[in-house]
């Protein structure tokens, strides 16, 4: 399936309906932004290097899953923030839902930056699992060469969608002797047994409050085995219904971050039908999760895969002192949050999915370790849905970046429509949502390229100082966007204040614009307010320091690491029809109908149609 974005563009961005008003910021200074000959402004580097000039300890509260509720951020320590995030499977390309948890947490480490935090951000990689297993013997390649392939992969596309990077993305494959410590160091508290074949099992009756954290699991109603599906499913696909693997957006969990439903007598029914299907003749062939008829409890987890000759791979097994084997799926994150961060960390994200079992089990197996707390604020962000259908690799529905994005303009306006959301909303992947946001990046694209032409030349160095009503509206709106993202990230709120900014930059060239044609005496007698603009482009770069959508992406690369030629698509409009659909729009609010049906003969002139969209944006599209 491939989206064909390139004909659609809208004009104007929507306005969400969250934004909430604002009482208007008294006159300061705004310093002026620096100079730029180019529209691109790479804002990864200036998220880096750049930091808010307010007081870095202004109150930011995100929606905490631990308590189901929005709650003030508090670091450990002082301006310094631990992130862990769950990173992908590679063993196929990541697809455009992976790529929301990823964004989202670009949006989070660049919000904490942007008012002065200093972030430590550690992203892991599955580099070895049952998935990977199976693909490496169906191609007949090594578990390296495999995983090697789509980490790279992986890494083109965060560079691709401007994702600062994390300080490490340590593998699980090189971290086997500090899963092997945690193992050994749960065994010693009681929490962690070896079975008769020789796999290690987490002893959930032994972990007081487990399944109580993130999800209220009804351990009560749960029957016998309604954990040990999850081996099967990241085997073979499985049943949608019950949570396997972060790499895919699979189950579909409530979409405002409340209280996750089990649904346990459905999970036990499933895995009961499971195992009526697993041949007892052929346990050899099983992975520790599908055969656990030696697990003391059948809600136990495997930490430690004890080798399968008819299943497992030499190049993915590992002689340790708990025997030979691979390890289990959540333990990795464990033992490399503890090594990189310490024992106790600030901020864990992963998608809504991962609540259970994967974060559930991480909780348990690192505050078993411990004793102590494992992770103050858990951040989860929703789905993303193929129209108004979840977008899975079981459905066959999911889309890899550059199938969904096949130019450069695609992948920012990919980039701009996920940023731009309410991120533990589902969002809708659909032509319509990515042309508007193509539309809306042209336009701001186009007004960037005004400002560098119209501050040409002029003194952009010190502080602008101006009560113009431009300046005004800049302060305001620079107040909206910070007050939106230190309030859980509500990025439609800050997009709204961007908008606002652009739109006073706007006005003011069609004021100009509109000066010049009524000055009959072909005299100079108008001028632009320079400084007004200047503060604009000042809080454009800011804004962008979040937002993060004015860069160059770079090209895509072909295996052998050579760039590929990106596809020519011609899907420009003029500014003319540009003007006059706003021109239109803007005789619509003024109840001009005759006006409005005129403009509209003269787009359909130019050989485009406009579509209006109640609620939401004029669509505009060639003929």
Not at 51 to 69: A, Q
Not at 120 to 129: E, G, S
Not at 218 to 228: E, T
Not at 439 to 461: C, I, P, S, T, W
Request: charged share 30%; net charge negative.
């Amino acid at each position: 399936m491939k989206f064909s974005i390139a004909s659609t563009t809208v004009l104007s961005l929507s306005i969400i309906s969250q934004v909430s008003s604002f009482s208007t910021i008294p006159n300061t200074s705004i310093p002026r932004p620096p100079t730029s000959s180019s529209t691109c402004i790479h804002s990864q580097s200036q998220s880096q290097s750049q930091s808010h000039s307010s007081d870095p300890m202004t109150e930011i509260k995100l929606y905490n899953s631990l308590s189901n509720s929005k709650e003030t951020f508090k670091p450990i320590k002082p301006n310094a923030v631990s992130m862990y995030t769950c990173g992908p499977t590679v063993y196929d390309y990541a697809h455009v839902g992976n790529f929301r948890a990823f964004l989202t947490y670009d949006v989070l480490k660049r919000a904490l930056q942007y008012f002065g935090y200093e972030v430590d951000h550690i992203c892991n990689l599955t580099d070895v699992d049952d998935k990977i297993i199976n693909k490496c013997t169906e191609l007949d390649i090594s578990l390296k060469e495999l995983t090697g392939k789509f980490e790279m992969k992986f890494m083109d596309d965060l560079e691709a969608l401007n994702i600062i990077k994390a300080r490490e993305y340590p593998r699980a494959t090189e971290h086997i002797d500090e899963m092997v410590e945690l193992i050994q160091l749960l065994h010693s508290k009681g929490l962690a047994y070896q079975s008769s074949e020789g796999s290690w099992y987490f002893n959930v009756d032994a972990k007081e409050g487990y399944g109580q954290q993130l999800i209220k699991l009804d351990v009560d109603n749960m029957k016998q085995n309604a954990s040990g599906l999850a081996g099967k499913q990241r085997t073979d696909g499985g049943d949608d219904d019950v949570v396997v693997d972060g790499d895919d957006d699979d189950d579909n969990s409530d979409d405002n971050g409340d209280d996750t439903d089990i649904n346990t007598n459905s999970n036990a029914n499933a895995n009961a039908n499971a195992n009526a299907n697993t041949d007892s003749d052929n346990e050899e062939d099983m992975d520790a999760d599908e055969y656990d008829a030696d697990k003391v409890g059948m809600r136990d987890f495997a930490l430690w895969k004890a080798y399968k000759p008819k299943f497992d791979r030499e190049d993915a097994t590992w002689d340790t002192p708990i025997g030979k084997g691979r390890p289990g799926w959540h333990l990795e994150c464990s033992a490399m949050a503890r090594k990189y961060l310490g024992d106790s960390i600030d901020l864990h994200c992963g998608g809504i999915d991962l609540k259970f079992p994967h974060h559930e089990n991480e909780i348990a197996q690192s505050e078993g370790a411990t004793g102590g707390k494992f992770c103050n604020c858990w951040l989860h962000n929703g789905f993303v849905n193929i129209g108004d259908e979840k977008m899975s690799k079981s459905k066959g529905n999911f889309l890899t970046l550059r199938t969904a994005c096949s130019t450069s303009d695609d992948v920012r306006a990919y980039r701009y429509l996920i940023v731009s959301s309410q991120y533990r909303n589902p969002l809708s992947f659909t032509d319509a949502a990515m042309g508007a946001a193509k539309g809306a990046l042209k336009r701001m694209d186009n007004v960037m390229k005004q400002l560098d032409d119209a501050l040409d030349g002029y003194d952009l160095h010190g502080d602008i100082v101006s009560d113009g009503d431009m300046v005004a509206v800049v302060q305001k709106e620079l107040h909206n966007f910070e007050t939106a993202v230190a309030d859980d990230l509500s990025m439609p709120r800050a997009a709204a204040s961007l908008f606002g900014v652009v739109k006073a930059a706007e006005t003011e060239f069609k004021r100009y614009k509109k000066a010049q044609k009524d000055d009959a005496s072909g005299d100079d007698v108008t001028s632009l307010d320079l400084d007004g603009l200047g503060s604009v482009k000042n809080a454009i770069v800011q804004m962008d320091r979040v937002f993060g959508v004015f860069y160059d992406v770079p090209k895509e690369k072909n295996d052998d690491g050579s760039e590929k030629e990106e596809e020519v698509v011609d899907d420009s409009i003029s500014e003319e029809v540009m003007e006059l659909v706003r021109s239109r729009t803007e005789a619509k609010e003024a109840k001009d109908w005759g006006v409005a049906d005129l403009l509209r003969g003269q787009i359909t002139d130019l050989g485009f149609a406009v579509k209006d969209v109640k609620g939401g944006d004029p669509i505009v599209t060639r003929i």
